[in-house]
């Protein structure tokens, strides 16, 4: 049985209500921060409740999760007795705990500090200190949820976010069903938040799943990609289904290829132990890069829910078809030294931590085909790397030429094809690139783009993809978390390329500040493509 009530943990505040409160003090002592800090897109606050930690000293916790749970608190959108639980192998008392959310959030929060805002989220901090393997820290968890219970009126609403490497994931989940933590009491919910990688191959995601819902009913568990909580990703769906111009030539009948690209000039960091041995197709084009190719290739959901959404995405993942000869539509790279901003890099086989055979791809690239009406014939190329020229995150849906043209060979010789490019990251927005005559005597006609930039269109700044997803759990709304048959569809897709490539030897080697091996551009060269240089 469901133990989901989200319905009655929302409390929707609309702006003029928020308004019309006024107030920046109430009876209890809680401070407002609506009055100065309003959200029109997001004027949704969670209700009473609470959020446990697990790996609250790794990197993630400290740059994104921990920043991610001020902001909300400054947006105004946590409830005033919101309580963050840290669990973690330190011996740290509560008020440690609290100094390092401090600094964490002083360092990486994406809105002003605010010392009232911050000492009403601090009151509510605990610290648990142990392993996963110790009941006596499980016990004193459970302990420290029933006093928050009390003294913060978190109403037994707690969400457990396991921020730990896979392999900790079912001890975690069978611990938390064997403290009694899993199982709400009537009218109050518990959830699971699961960080990727789910999973290294469809056979082990699957053990997972088995693992995690053998605790958690289905509507419990929220998977996170984190891509899915990106403004401009979510605008995919806005931009196709919210207007009537697209849509009509979002098809085999128009357009040529699609180009998805997620580049990275970051190297791999501190992350070797994580990194080596899962590359950068297990790492992000199992989840994000497929993601984003589903809300660019499916159907029109029937309702904006997570229901109506997981299906039309997984009817995409499920008509994937890669092409027959891997060796020939796939490569898999791995960054030398060279040159980024300006400074000498090494290569990732003389990065800390890494082992000098290791065959790990740092890029990646892959062809493939959607086996349905729409797309058939339609080539979906999808490429990742570190270290290569610049960070930018797109979409580029590349139109055919058109069918006839009425003038010179001459005059169209610079013409470009037609292109709408959504910009995911860092430079928001969306270009449409045409043809346009160049001003003077003769026809001449050269490629244009036309733009829609976040930061001129709108005066909000969006928020971190993290601020919207941990809300979102918070609200039990799970419209932008994949589903288990959504991971599972996407390690088939990625599985034989991963078992092909474990049968060949060394990846491509590129310079580290490039646009990555030349056997990538050869790829497309071949089907008569280039790459996109964003
Ligand atoms: C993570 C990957 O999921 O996404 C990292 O594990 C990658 O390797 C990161 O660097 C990129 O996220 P963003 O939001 O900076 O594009």
Avoid: C
Wanted: glycine fraction near 8%; avoid cysteine; charge should be negative.
């Amino acid at each position: 049985m469901s133990t989901e009530r989200p319905e009655e943990t929302v409390r929707e505040v609309t702006q003029a209500e928020a308004e019309k409160a006024g107030e920046t003090q109430r009876p209890n002592g809680w401070v407002n921060p609506l009055r100065d800090q309003r959200d029109r897109r997001l004027p949704r606050i969670a209700g009473p409740s609470g959020l446990v930690i697990f790996g609250v000293t790794g990197d993630l916790s400290r740059k994104k999760l921990m920043p991610a749970v001020y902001d909300l608190a400054n947006r105004g959108l946590l409830p005033p007795g919101f309580s963050l639980v840290g669990f973690a192998r330190r011996d740290w008392a509560d008020q440690d705990f609290a100094e390092v959310v401090h600094e964490a959030v002083r360092e990486h929060s994406r809105t002003p500090f605010r010392e009232e805002v911050w000492q009403q989220l601090a009151e509510g901090m605990r610290f648990i200190p142990g392993t996963f393997d110790d009941d006596e820290a499980f016990e004193q968890l459970r302990s420290s949820v029933e006093e928050l219970n009390v003294t913060r009126g978190t109403g037994g609403n707690y969400a457990f976010y396991l921020s730990v490497p896979p392999k900790f994931f079912p001890q975690v989940v069978q611990q938390l069903k064997k403290h009694g933590l899993a199982k709400a009491a009537e009218g109050s919910w518990r959830r699971a938040v699961i960080e990727k990688p789910f999973g290294h191959d469809l056979e082990s995601a699957r053990e997972l799943n088995a693992i995690v819902h053998d605790v958690f009913e289905p509507d419990q568990v929220f998977r996170i990609d984190h891509y899915l909580g990106k403004e401009t990703v979510q605008n995919i769906l806005a931009l196709r289904f919210a207007n009537q111009m697209y849509e009509p030539i979002w098809n085999r009948s128009y357009v040529d290829h699609v180009q998805i690209t997620m580049a990275e000039d970051i190297g791999i960091g501190g992350r070797a132990g994580y990194y080596d041995g899962i590359g950068a197709a297990r790492d992000v084009i199992q989840n994000h890069l497929l993601q984003l190719l589903a809300f660019t290739a499916m159907e029109e959901p029937i309702a904006f829910d997570a229901e109506a959404l997981a299906t039309e995405k997984l009817k995409v993942l499920k008509s994937a078809k890669l092409p027959e000869d891997l060796g020939v539509h796939t490569v898999r790279g791995q960054y030398a030294a060279g040159w980024q901003g300006g400074e000498k890099v090494v290569g990732y086989l003389e990065e800390e931590g890494i082992d000098p055979g290791s065959t790990t791809d740092t890029y990646a690239a892959i062809k493939m085909e959607l086996d349905n009406r729409r797309w058939a014939g339609v080539p979906f190329y999808l490429r990742t790397g570190k270290r290569l020229a610049r960070r930018v995150t797109e979409i580029a849906v590349v139109f055919q030429r058109a069918p006839h043209s009425p003038f010179d060979s001459t005059a169209t010789e610079e013409l470009g094809e037609n292109a709408i490019v959504i910009r995911v990251q860092p430079d928001e927005g969306m270009t449409v690139r045409f043809g346009s005559k160049v001003p003077g005597t003769s026809m001449e006609i050269r490629d244009v783009t036309m733009d829609f930039a976040y930061g001129e269109s709108f005066t909000e700044s969006s928020p971190e993809a993290y601020e919207r997803l941990i809300l979102d759990v918070l609200l039990g709304d799970a419209n932008l978390f994949p589903r288990p048959e959504e991971v599972e569809a996407s390690w088939k897709i990625l599985d034989p390329i991963e078992e092909f490539w474990a049968t060949q030897g060394k990846p491509a080697q590129y310079a580290a500040g490039t646009w990555g091996p030349e056997e990538a551009d050869e790829m497309l060269a071949r089907d008569g493509r280039s790459w996109r240089r964003p």
